[in-house]
T-cell receptor, first 112, second 113 residues
Framework: GENVEQHPSTLSVQEGDSAVIKCTYS??????FPWYKQELGKGPQLIID?????GEKKDQRIAVTLNKTAKHFSLHITETQPEDSAVYFC???????????FGKGTTLSVSS | DAGITQSPRHKVTETGTPVTLRCHQT?????MYWYRQDPGHGLRLIHY???????DKGEVSDGYSVSRSKTEDFLLTLESATSSQTSVYFC????????????FGSGTRLTVV
């Protein structure tokens, strides 16, 4: 089945810097790759997603890139702010498209 | 989150007792999921449902069972709770399956003593 690896597990940046989180997946049949943000004590929330027919997608300060050949995708956050501090999860759909398999998460800390 | 509620929010139970967690949705979504979240392991899929009475196992299903007798409710049962099942449990819903993202509930923190 699908396996998703996520790096780094922790990331500390200064306010205003950029942050990059990378994920790799194993199943070439996966075609949907969302990113979730989880704040303390809350459930994860979808922040951006990308499908296999697209190489890059942007939403204000957040962007996601996908390299299907290498089977990896990345989350880019520019001009980071303290409120970006959270745990971020990448995920990939399973072959049947019935469930998401998640990476282990990245704890992002933005210091002012 | 709007449209999905989990109960209870917190529970402490003793080893060997059965425990049932409830997920309730008002979105009429077809797909419902149970995940557990543990430090160093991220979110791991326990079971999911793709319709009333239609369920399937995830990667960590041992020791858990589920039931879905109506669209809005998805129950997770720990048949005989063990300390290794101490975790935060999240329910999620999706209208069209995994390829359209999930909405997560707020979680249930379960402690087995």
């Amino acid at each position: 089945g699908e396996n998703v690896e996520q790096h780094p597990s922790t990331l500390s940046v200064q306010e205003g810097d950029s942050a990059v989180i990378k994920c790799t997946y194993s199943d070439s049949a996966s075609n949907y790759f969302p990113w979730y943000k989880q704040e303390l004590g809350k459930g994860p929330q979808l922040i951006i997603d990308i499908r296999s027919n697209v190489g890059e997608k942007k939403d204000q300060r957040i962007a996601v890139t996908l390299n299907k050949t290498a089977k990896h995708f990345s989350l880019h956050i520019t001009e980071t702010q303290p409120e970006d501090s959270a745990v971020y999860f990448c995920a990939a759909s399973n072959q049947a498209g019935t469930a998401l398999i998640f990476g282990k998460g990245t704890t992002l800390s933005v210091s002012s | 989150d709007a449209g999905i509620t989990q109960s209870p929010r917190h529970k402490v139970t003793e080893t060997g007792t059965p425990v049932t967690l409830r997920c309730h949705q008002t979105e009429n979504h077809r797909y419902m999921y149970w995940y557990r979240q543990d430090p160093g392991h991220g979110l791991r899929l326990i079971h999911y449902s793709y319709g009333v009475k239609d369920t399937d196992k995830g990667e960590v299903s041992d020791g858990y069972s589920v039931s879905r007798s109506k669209t809005e409710d998805f129950l997770l049962t720990l048949e005989s709770a063990t300390s290794s099942q101490t975790s935060v449990y999240f329910c999620a819903i999706s209208g069209e399956g995994a390829n359209y993202g999930y909405t997560f509930g707020s979680g249930t923190r379960l402690t087995v003593v």
